[in-house]
């Protein structure tokens, strides 16, 4: 028997939303309602939205009906409904980071990429499920419950951005924002079935993200196709006074990049990622890929990124060292959570962390603290400093000889709840072939691009160079608009 799925049919695309809402075709309040009526008929199986923020959402629609009504043009977002994951801070909404710790805690303004979003039309329809504190590959950290996979109820969504991911696959929103430190974008988008971009490092700002690990920590968007997220991505994108890692390069028009064809680019295919590991029924869809890509005129040159196996060591160094640093300002004075049942100040501290905080997380913080301590810097933290170094080489020299790099997102397709739950190391090699990209700062997109023979989907991811996200999206539309379609 199938296992039961929640999928949508044909969802507009931003496009057809800004377009029917500036003739009047449609408005925005029913785009809204509609999405909201999706939300309360399927949510309850899927469990992606933590908070609705249905006001807000309701004024801005009638704010861009009001501007089409008066002839105004529209910006390029109006009318969308779009969900946020709820690291980012939304002003009037919870943000819970997925943490019993946060519990309660209202952020008093909003991140600079939703306030984008909404300065665009967008209309903010609420906060989306996540791994706690965004650590995880599955959603099954979220301290509010695990987010369920759309395509088949009894698999995990992907994470940490589980909850933005199905929201687009099930129709309830049609882009959504999350963030990718390690994967937690491209993976759950190839796990569900989705589009999700992974910017460049610097290329939208951090503001008001509850911060996991800072010099990995990204924010980018999902949505059905290429081009949504790439119309999301412009507008999101770009510096910011308040984030100084935000870099002041324009912001490229990334349509009429994609408008360029595709045939003449040069794709890399590094032998390291089609090793071991691999499912075999996702290498055949990714090489099917690789194929339609070669049929439009790109040719396919193997090349080898050398240091690769040491990336998740690496990464697992360098993030849970960031994490502890980060994390030490959940004390239960400031935000959220403070045990009641404490005496003194560091009774107060101790038991607020150690209730507030779930399993990972206090398996993150106490390795990065460990990793960061005295006698074990320089070979755990300065170390991985130094790997990462030649990770982000190992592209610098690919990209020499090749324009984009092309790899599975995840070595499987979506795995079954509870199926890694007891086994940490499983869990971190779902991310075996997104950390790399992540370290090296560079940018990168997952795309569907097949099933399995159960239906599941699978994704492609396509990397570029820094601040190269407009041949990263015409790489990809080649693979969506070849339609790459099921294979079952
Ligand atoms: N799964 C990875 C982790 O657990 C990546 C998470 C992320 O990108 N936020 O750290």
Same mark, same amino acid.
Do not use: W
């Given at each position: 028997?199938?296992?039961?799925?929640?999928?949508?049919?044909?969802?507009?695309?931003?496009?057809?939303?800004?377009?029917?809402?500036?003739?009047?075709?449609?408005?925005?309040?029913?785009?809204?309602?509609?999405?909201?009526?999706?939300?309360?008929?399927?949510?309850?199986?899927?469990?992606?939205?933590?908070?609705?923020?249905?006001?807000?959402?309701?004024?801005?629609?009638?704010?861009?009906?009001?501007?089409?009504?008066?002839?105004?043009?529209?910006?390029?977002?109006?009318?969308?409904?779009?969900?946020?994951?709820?690291?980012?801070?939304?002003?009037?909404?919870?943000?819970?980071?997925?943490?019993?710790?946060?519990?309660?805690?209202?952020?008093?303004?909003?991140?600079?990429?939703?306030?984008?979003?909404?300065?665009?039309?967008?209309?903010?329809?609420?906060?989306?499920?996540?791994?706690?504190?965004?650590?995880?590959?599955?959603?099954?950290?979220?301290?509010?419950?695990?987010?369920?996979?759309?395509?088949?109820?009894?698999?995990?969504?992907?994470?940490?951005?589980?909850?933005?991911?199905?929201?687009?696959?099930?129709?309830?929103?049609?882009?959504?924002?999350?963030?990718?430190?390690?994967?937690?974008?491209?993976?759950?988008?190839?796990?569900?079935?989705?589009?999700?971009?992974?910017?460049?490092?610097?290329?939208?700002?951090?503001?008001?993200?509850?911060?996991?690990?800072?010099?990995?920590?990204?924010?980018?968007?999902?949505?059905?196709?290429?081009?949504?997220?790439?119309?999301?991505?412009?507008?999101?994108?770009?510096?910011?006074?308040?984030?100084?890692?935000?870099?002041?390069?324009?912001?490229?028009?990334?349509?009429?990049?994609?408008?360029?064809?595709?045939?003449?680019?040069?794709?890399?295919?590094?032998?390291?990622?089609?090793?071991?590991?691999?499912?075999?029924?996702?290498? +055949?869809?990714?090489?099917?890929? @690789?194929?339609?890509?070669?049929?439009?005129?790109?040719? &396919?040159?193997? $090349? #080898?990124? %050398?240091?690769?196996?040491?990336?998740?060591?690496?990464?697992?160094?360098?993030?849970?060292?960031?994490?502890?640093?980060?994390?030490?300002?959940?004390?239960?004075?400031?935000?959220?959570?403070?045990?009641?049942?404490?005496?003194?100040?560091?009774?107060?501290?101790?038991?607020?962390?150690?209730?507030?905080?779930?399993?990972?997380?206090?398996?993150?913080?106490?390795?990065?603290?460990?990793?960061?301590?005295?006698?074990?810097?320089?070979?755990?933290?300065?170390?991985?400093?130094?790997?990462?170094?030649?990770?982000?080489?190992?592209?610098?020299?690919?990209?020499?000889?090749?324009?984009?790099?092309?790899?599975?997102?995840?070595?499987?397709?979506?795995?079954?709840?509870?199926?890694?739950?007891?086994?940490?190391? +499983?869990?971190?090699?779902?991310? @075996?072939?997104?950390?790399?990209?992540?370290?090296?700062? &560079?940018?990168? $997109? #997952?795309? %569907?691009?097949?099933?399995?023979?159960?239906?599941?989907?699978?994704?492609?991811?396509?990397?570029?160079?820094?601040?190269?996200?407009?041949?990263?999206?015409?790489?990809?539309?080649?693979?969506?608009?070849?339609?790459?379609?099921?294979?079952?």
């Amino acid at each position: 028997m199938k296992p039961e799925s929640v999928l949508t049919e044909k969802p507009p695309s931003i496009d057809c939303i800004r377009r029917q809402v500036a003739d009047g075709t449609k408005t925005a309040q029913a785009f809204a309602e509609e999405t909201y009526a999706r939300i309360g008929a399927v949510d309850s199986r899927i469990h992606a939205y933590l908070a609705l923020s249905r006001e807000r959402a309701l004024q801005q629609a009638k704010k861009m009906d009001a501007m089409a009504k008066s002839g105004q043009t529209l910006p390029p977002l109006a009318g969308v409904p779009v969900g946020i994951k709820d690291v980012l801070n939304m002003q009037g909404a919870p943000a819970t980071a997925g943490s019993k710790i946060l519990a309660g805690y209202h952020p008093p303004y909003d991140a600079t990429a939703v306030q984008r979003l909404e300065a665009a039309g967008a209309i903010l329809l609420g906060k989306l499920n996540c791994d706690e504190f965004a650590m995880g590959s599955s959603n099954e950290n979220s301290a509010y419950g695990p987010v369920r996979n759309p395509h088949a109820l009894d698999r995990v969504p992907g994470g940490s951005s589980g909850g933005s991911a199905a929201a687009v696959a099930a129709g309830m929103a049609v882009g959504t924002l999350g963030t990718d430190t390690g994967g937690s974008i491209r993976q759950p988008a190839s796990f569900c079935g989705v589009v999700g971009v992974l910017p460049t490092y610097g290329r939208v700002s951090r503001f008001g993200l509850i911060a996991f690990a800072s010099s990995l920590d990204r924010i980018g968007p999902f949505a059905n196709t290429v081009l949504d997220c790439a119309t999301m991505l412009g507008v999101i994108a770009g510096h910011d006074d308040m984030d100084a890692t935000s870099s002041a390069l324009p912001v490229p028009d990334y349509a009429a990049e994609m408008a360029k064809p595709v045939e003449g680019l040069r794709i890399g295919v590094p032998t390291e990622y089609f090793a071991d590991g691999l499912d075999p029924e996702v290498r +055949a869809a990714i090489e099917g890929g @690789i194929e339609k890509l070669r049929g439009e005129g790109c040719t &396919i040159h193997p $090349i #080898s990124l %050398p240091h690769t196996r040491y990336a998740i060591p690496t990464y697992y160094v360098l993030a849970t060292a960031e994490a502890s640093a980060n994390l030490a300002r959940f004390d239960g004075v400031r935000y959220g959570y403070r045990a009641e049942d404490a005496n003194t100040l560091s009774a107060m501290y101790r038991r607020s962390r150690d209730g507030g905080f779930g399993a990972e997380v206090k398996r993150r913080i106490l390795l990065g603290t460990y990793a960061l301590s005295a006698g074990y810097y320089d070979a755990y933290y300065r170390k991985a400093q130094q790997v990462r170094r030649l990770l982000t080489q190992d592209f610098l020299n690919a990209f020499e000889q090749v324009d984009a790099i092309v790899t599975p997102t995840a070595p499987t397709p979506a795995f079954k709840l509870g199926e890694k739950t007891d086994d940490p190391v +499983a869990m971190y090699l779902a991310d @075996i072939y997104t950390v790399t990209a992540s370290l090296a700062g &560079i940018c990168g $997109i #997952s795309v %569907p691009c097949g099933h399995s023979s159960e239906g599941l989907p699978i994704g492609m991811q396509i990397l570029g160079k820094h601040f190269n996200e407009g041949t990263v999206f015409r790489v990809a539309q080649g693979v969506e608009q070849q339609g790459v379609m099921p294979v079952s």
